[in-house]
């Protein structure tokens, strides 16, 4: 089952706009990750921002967070061709002694040139 | 410092069968979860260990079964092979049993059961 949805699932941008995928979850967190997949590889984790904070930057990155709304979003600005890849979302669920991160089905971005 | 590795990177087998997938996590790090990707999906939580024991279980058959080894690499079984276990199968580690600390992943094992 996926914790997390991301929306859009497809998004195609030229080259140099801004490009903001959104997601949402359904029960509370502790923290919300975001992570990047290029072409069928490991997964690569771009940023973290827990349930206290509202808004994160790392780079072209920036992320929201409201937990009232169980949602976040990411804003890629300035894309470029090497930004082509999925995005996924992940959310920490707890349970018994463990917490495992749970991602969502993604968001597969392409940047046209 | 060592990334996550991996093997083998592919592996072709038939329904029935079973299969052994092996990951080495990243120096220091102690904690090793187990995700399935189907194509076109997110990847789904299988198990994750910490210190050899299994700290946490997905929505998955008892049928897929793992290992954690004093050196942290870990191992996922597969028994009984379907052809819906088609997918590519992720490793991740991180450095703690129940912090949240960030994910690092290996770039997977693409089984495909025919």
């Known amino acids: 089952s996926q914790q997390g949805e991301e929306d859009p699932q497809a998004l195609s941008i030229q080259e140099g706009e801004n490009a903001t995928m959104n997601c949402s979850y359904k029960?509370?967190?502790?923290?919300l990750q975001w992570y990047r997949q290029n072409s069928g590889r490991g997964l690569v984790h771009l940023i973290l921002?827990?349930?206290?904070?509202r808004e994160k930057h790392s780079g072209r990155l920036r992320v929201t967070l409201d937990t009232s709304k169980k949602s976040s979003s990411l804003l890629i600005t300035a894309s470029r061709a090497a930004d082509t890849a999925s995005y996924f979302c992940?959310?920490?669920?707890?349970?018994?002694?463990?917490?495992?991160?749970?991602f969502g089905s993604g968001t597969r971005l392409s940047i046209r040139p | 410092e060592t990334g996550v590795t991996q093997s083998p990177t592919h592996l072709i087998k038939t329904r029935g069968q079973q299969v052994t997938l092996r990951c080495s996590s990243q120096?220091?790090?102690?904690?090793v979860s187990w995700y399935q990707q189907a194509l076109g999906q997110g990847p789904q939580f299988i198990f994750q260990y910490y210190r050899e024991e299994e700290n946490g279980r997905g929505n998955f058959p008892p049928r897929f079964s793992g290992l954690q080894f004093p050196n942290y690499s870990s191992e996922l079984n597969v028994n009984a092979l379907e052809l819906d276990d088609s997918a590519l199968y992720l490793c991740?580690?991180?450095?703690?049993?129940?912090?949240?600390?960030?994910?690092?992943f290996g770039n997977g094992t693409r089984l495909t059961v025919t």
């Open positions: 921002i827990r349930s206290n904070e």
């Open positions: 991740a580690s991180s450095p703690a049993g129940t912090d949240f600390s960030p994910l690092h």
């Open positions: 029960t509370s967190i502790n923290n």
């Open positions: 992940a959310t920490d669920v707890s349970y018994s002694s463990a917490s495992k991160i749970i």
């Open positions: 120096s220091g790090h102690n904690t």
